[in-house]
Every structure is written in structure tokens, then in C-alpha cells.
């Protein structure tokens, strides 16, 4: 196709996938219960294969051409990265640090619990055609599979926790330090697995090496070099277009150095948004780049897996089969994990049980991370289709398990008045008593 062409087709591309993010978004909200999110990842595996496809094959095809979507993706990656700027602008470090010990009990049980099942269940799949390259031994395989099952959904934990009212809050907060330990973790377990599959040791050494590099120095020092720009937009009454495009550069900087490194791009803005100065430097950067964000780009990164993932595959019975075993091996070790954790250092048993709802969601961050192994041929078709629906059924699960385990008694408490009555467009809350309890 023509760069032309190219231009032409993307932003057809765009307004079917925004207007069907939306649509699908609106009736799982509406009739489901279901964070505005979800439904949007429902819609983007709705416009591959596994309906549009099936329905109007020829359709689907001139409208997602293999040839186009190097574009698409590159503004998936955009989008997701985005995002998880804004999640680290509303993460609460204060929390976080009274939370440490909590949280890496959390995180290090909803790691181990999942890897031990994973290396139970691996030598059985691993026979399995479709499912591992052939090249991949059990020790890799267990590996990305124990990643993958034990990964949290980073981005969409920081959302459910605010649409039902939780920013800022010990349990919000808690749930938020354990999902950052917990995906940092299974990335530097991704890196292991991608250079002992043919990248060579210099990968995973690259990758482990240069994320704590960045770390130290962006939350180390961060706060200190990015003060002047907090002072500038408090005198100025907010982020003024000089601020944003220094915010954005650093951004832009940000994702790069962690794509470089062989991390994902995502923690560079994550990390970058935590040391952010809060205050009307955060709020207006939140006012300015997340509508845009949530609306337009990250449905691209939705649909970008999508089109990846071909239900029709797990009708088999024998794959079939094999999807029950690694949802049900997923829930136990996840949830179990982290409610038993929760509980031993000191959490009420509510409390520990919605901590295990929420930290059972994989929904974004399983979809990056099954989509590298996709496009490094470290899993095939079938398998990455199977993660998929593990992805989506946990992330549905997530908040009408978190209200029965957690939600209707703390409203009769009285403890969250607010719950489930939060704004239903953003990641963080816009009123200004939210952004006060947020900060």
C-alpha cells in the first residue's frame, strides 16, 4: 500500500474502532456492571477474527490488512504507554511506602503461587501441539507461562480502583504497589526467557541492568530535577504548552530508554509519572493528555490484539480443555496467593479478599505480554488465543467478585460511600475533592 493509501485507511481505521470501543464499552457498563475499560477490550477482540472476521471476512480483511498494521501498532504502544503515564501521576507513594512490607508479601506470593503451578502444569502443555515454539524447552516454557499467569493488569487495576471509588485509599493503594511489584517482576522474567531463546545473555543483563538504572534515577532523583516544572505551573495557574511539550519530550525519552533496555515502554511512563511534582502541575497534565489517551488511542491497542486472537481455537475440545486448566490454575494461584498473603501481615479478612479480586484482573498488561511472545514466536495461535480469554474472564471477574467479597461491606460500614459511584470516563477523579484525596 501507499503512504497514501496508508493515510486513507488509518483513520477509517480509527472511527470503526473508536465507535465500537465505545458502543461496547457503554453496554458493559450499562448492563454488565463492568468498568468502561473492559468492555473496550471485549470490542477489540469483537473487530479481529473471532466475530468481524467470521461474519464479514472480505470486510474485516480490507479494513485490518496485514499490511497496515505496522501503523496501528505504533500507535497502540503510544497509547498504552500514555496511559501508563497518567496511572503513575495518581499513584500515591506515600501509601506505597507504608505499605511496603504488605505489598511485597502480596506481590511475591501472587508470583510464587503462580510459577509453582506453572511449572506443575508446563511438561503436560508443552507436548501439546500449536501451543510453544518447538525450539522452547520446559524450563522456558514454565517460565512464560508462569508469567503470564501470574502478571497483574496494571493499568485497568488503577481504573477499576477508581470507578469504584478507591483512589488514594490504604486497599487502592496497597493493591496498586503490589501490581507494580508484581509486573516488574514477570518482565524481568520475559527478558530471561527472550535471551535464553536466542538473544543471548547480553538481553536479559541489558534489560534487568538498565531498568534499575532508570528506576534509581527517576525516582531517586526525579522529584528533585522535575521541582522547577511543579513551581512553574503552580505560578502559572497549570501546565502551559512550554511545560507539556517538556513533560512530553520527557516522556517520549522516558519510553524509549525502557524499549531500549528490552523492558516495555510502558515503565518508563509509569515510572516518569510517579515523579511528577504533584499538585496543578499533575492535575492540568491529567485535564490536558488523558480524554485523548482513554478515547482515541488506547482502543488501538485493544484491537491490535484482537486481531491476533482467533477464538475459534479454543472450540477444540482438546484446547478447550486446556483453557479450563490454565483459568482455573490462574484464579487459584492468584487470588489464593494474595488473600493468604494479605491476611498474614495483618489485613482483615475483607480487606484480603478484595485485594485477591482485584489483583486477579490480568486484562492490559497480559495482553503486552502475550503479544511479544506472539510476535517472538515463543507461543503460537492457539495458546495466545487461550491467554486472551484467561485475560479477559479474569479482568471480568475482578469487580463483581471485589463487590461481593468486599464492596457491600464497606458501604455498610459506612468506610466507601463513594463505591462504585465514581465518574465513569477516566482513570483518575477530576473533582477537586478527589484530587486531594488522590495526592
Not at 273 to 280: C, D, E, I, K, Q
Not at 312 to 329: H, Q, R
Request: hydrophobic residues 55%; charged residues 15%; contains cysteine.
Amino acid at each position: 500500500m501507499t503512504p497514501a493509501e496508508l493515510s486513507v485507511l488509518f483513520f477509517l481505521q480509527l472511527f470503526v474502532i473508536v465507535a465500537v470501543a465505545r458502543g461496547v464499552g457503554w453496554l458493559a457498563k450499562r448492563y454488565l456492571g463492568q468498568p468502561q475499560v473492559v468492555g473496550e477490550m471485549i470490542a477489540g477482540v469483537l473487530l479481529g477474527p473471532s466475530l468481524f472476521g467470521l461474519l464479514a471476512p472480505d470486510l474485516q480483511a480490507a479494513l485490518f490488512p496485514k499490511e497496515a498494521r505496522g501503523v496501528l501498532f505504533v500507535g497502540a504502544q503510544l497509547g498504552v504507554g500514555l496511559y501508563m503515564f497518567l496511572v503513575g501521576l495518581g499513584f500515591d507513594t506515600d501509601h506505597f511506602r507504608l505499605n511496603m512490607r504488605s505489598a511485597g508479601a502480596v506481590s511475591l506470593s501472587g508470583m510464587a503461587a503462580p510459577f509453582l503451578l506453572a511449572a506443575l502444569i508446563t511438561p503436560w502443555l508443552i507436548g501439546a501441539p500449536g501451543l510453544f515454539s518447538p525450539e522452547l524447552s520446559a524450563a522456558q516454557a514454565t517460565l512464560f507461562l508462569g508469567a503470564c499467569i501470574s502478571i497483574t493488569a496494571f493499568p485497568m487495576l488503577a481504573r477499576i480502583i477508581h470507578e469504584r471509588g478507591l483512589s488514594g485509599s490504604p486497599l487502592g493503594t496497597l493493591s496498586l504497589s503490589a501490581g507494580a511489584i508484581d509486573d516488574a517482576g514477570a518482565w524481568t522474567v520475559l527478558a530471561i526467557v527472550l535471551a535464553t531463546f536466542g538473544d543471548g545473555p547480553g538481553v536479559a543483563v541489558k534489560a534487568i541492568a538498565g531498568a534499575l538504572a532508570f528506576a534509581v534515577l527517576v525516582l531517586g532523583f526525579g522529584r528533585r530535577l522535575l521541582a522547577p516544572l511543579g513551581r512553574r505551573a503552580e505560578r502559572d495557574g497549570g501546565a502551559r504548552e512550554g511545560v507539556l511539550a517538556i513533560v512530553l519530550l520527557l516522556f517520549l525519552l522516558s519510553a524509549f530508554a525502557m524499549d531500549w533496555v528490552g523492558m516495555h515502554a510502558v515503565f518508563g511512563g509509569f515510572l516518569l509519572g510517579t515523579a511528577m511534582p504533584r499538585g496543578a502541575l499533575t492535575r492540568d497534565l491529567r485535564a490536558k493528555l488523558e480524554p485523548f489517551t482513554v478515547v482515541l488511542l488506547l482502543p488501538m491497542f485493544f484491537t491490535f490484539s484482537g486481531l491476533n486472537t482467533q477464538l475459534s481455537l479454543v472450540t477444540d475440545p482438546a484446547l478447550f480443555g486446556i483453557a479450563l486448566l490454565i483459568l482455573g490454575a490462574s484464579v487459584l494461584a492468584k487470588f489464593g496467593a494474595c488473600w493468604a498473603a494479605a491476611r498474614l501481615t495483618g489485613q482483615d479478612n475483607p480487606t484480603a479478599l478484595g485485594i485477591g479480586a482485584l489483583m486477579n484482573a490480568r486484562g492490559l498488561m497480559e495482553l503486552i505480554i502475550i503479544n511479544i511472545g506472539l510476535s517472538r514466536g515463543i507461543i503460537g495461535p492457539a495458546l495466545f488465543s487461550i491467554l486472551v480469554v484467561m485475560a479477559i474472564l479474569t479482568t471480568l471477574m475482578a469487580s463483581p467478585l471485589f463487590e461481593l467479597v468486599y464492596g457491600r461491606r464497606a458501604r455498610e460500614r459506612g468506610e466507601l460511600g463513594a463505591l462504585g459511584e465514581a465518574s465513569s470516563g477516566g482513570i483518575w477523579p477530576n473533582t477537586v475533592a478527589d484530587q486531594g484525596r488522590t495526592r
